[in-house]
């Protein structure tokens, strides 16, 4: 049984050790590639967070020279969640709500200890619960994402790691948030330990490989209109496409797919796809499709004879759900909200 239990404390120990090897290697090269993209900034901090998740079992207590790595470690799932959120969602830009997680976590790691040092076990346990519930939610929050935009994304290396994303990213991520939630102190279980040791190791090791491939993941940056133009004057089947957007105005039907474009134009879908990434310049579906429901928007914007028209109408009129995707995607585009913009062409 002494033996058993020294077996694991070595493969424990192992794997612990080459997998903080290969998460700080993981920091150091997107910290130095990629320092310009928040999925550079992201993937440094979530590979020095995880390094510190490695080796927390084996930290007894607070000094100066520990709390970095403590921080490190009980904000790491929160950082994991963000570097999802790059990776898979273009132009994405952390706001209030996105920075909160990193604090909401370390908050109730805070309190955990306030609450214990005062002799409240129980108190202490709740908060350790919520602090695992969130961590789960957050992993379970990202895999939900990362599958339902599969269809929009037109980057087919990245459409396929994807699904590597849910599947192995994804369990390892379920692994290691249900032994904390289901075990208050997982670090008296050896085998537990282990457990988790081996699931953070996998997961070092698949990101690993996967940071030398972060260049195919990412098509070209979208093209402008005038662009996306020329380009489909030199391609027949680009040209088809384009014209079904900009003479059809196909975009005007709500929840028009790549299939349901691919099926108008005559084209395979894969076909459809390609042409859109490669030939016309774009990453997203759906970024494609705004281009030309902006830019109808902006033109009834303008329009003084419709200027009574309420902008709820005029965003499902081109083709948006709802005034909320509406609002973003004409800002992002035009750096003014409806509104202003239409107040603006007013003026002029």
């Known amino acids: 049984m002494i033996l058993d239990q020294s077996l694991l404390v070595i493969a424990d120990t192992g794997l612990r050790f080459s997998g903080m090897t290969m998460l700080l290697l993981i920091a150091l090269l997107l910290g130095v590639r990629m320092s310009a993209t928040w999925v550079g900034r992201f993937g440094a901090l979530t590979g020095l967070g995880g390094a510190a998740y490695l080796i927390c079992p084996f930290i007894d207590g607070l000094v100066w020279y520990t709390v970095p790595v403590t921080i490190f470690c009980v904000i790491n799932p929160a950082l994991l969640w963000l570097l999802g959120r790059s990776l898979f969602e273009d132009d994405f830009s952390p706001g209030l709500f996105e920075w909160s997680m990193p604090a909401v976590l370390f908050g109730l790691y805070v309190l955990r200890l306030l609450v214990a040092g005062v002799g409240d076990g129980e108190v202490a346990t709740v908060f350790q619960a919520i602090h695992g519930v969130i961590q789960l939610s957050l992993a379970l ?87 996306a133009d020329t380009a489909a004057d030199t391609d027949p089947d680009a040209q088809r496409i384009v014209s079904l957007l900009q003479t059809d105005k196909l975009y005007l039907q709500e929840g028009l797919t790549v299939g349901g474009l691919a099926e108008r134009a005559g084209l395979p879908e894969y076909r459809t796809r390609d042409i859109i990434n490669r ?25 003084t004879e419709m200027r009574r028209l309420p902008i709820l109408t005029i965003a499902l009129d081109v083709g948006f759900g709802s005034i909320g995707p509406f609002n973003r995607a004409f800002k992002a585009r035009l750096g003014l909200t409806p509104s202003e913009y239409r107040r603006q062409a007013s003026s002029a």
Do not use: M
């Open 279 to 303: 030939t016309l310049g774009y990453r997203n579906f759906s970024d494609f499709l705004n281009g030309y429901r902006i830019e109808d928007a902006a033109e009834r914007l303008r329009n």
């Open 141 to 227: 929050h990202l895999l939900w994402r990362v599958w339902r935009d599969r269809q929009n994304d037109l980057v087919e290396a990245r459409r396929q790691f994807r699904q590597k994303f849910v599947t192995l990213g994804g369990g390892l991520l379920l692994i290691i948030a249900v032994v904390e939630i289901v075990v208050v102190e997982p670090d008296d279980v050896a085998w537990l330990l282990l457990l988790q040791a081996a699931a953070v190791w996998a997961l070092a090791l698949w990101l690993c490989v996967t940071v030398f491939q972060l260049g195919n993941l990412f098509g070209p940056v979208a093209a402008d209109k005038k662009a």
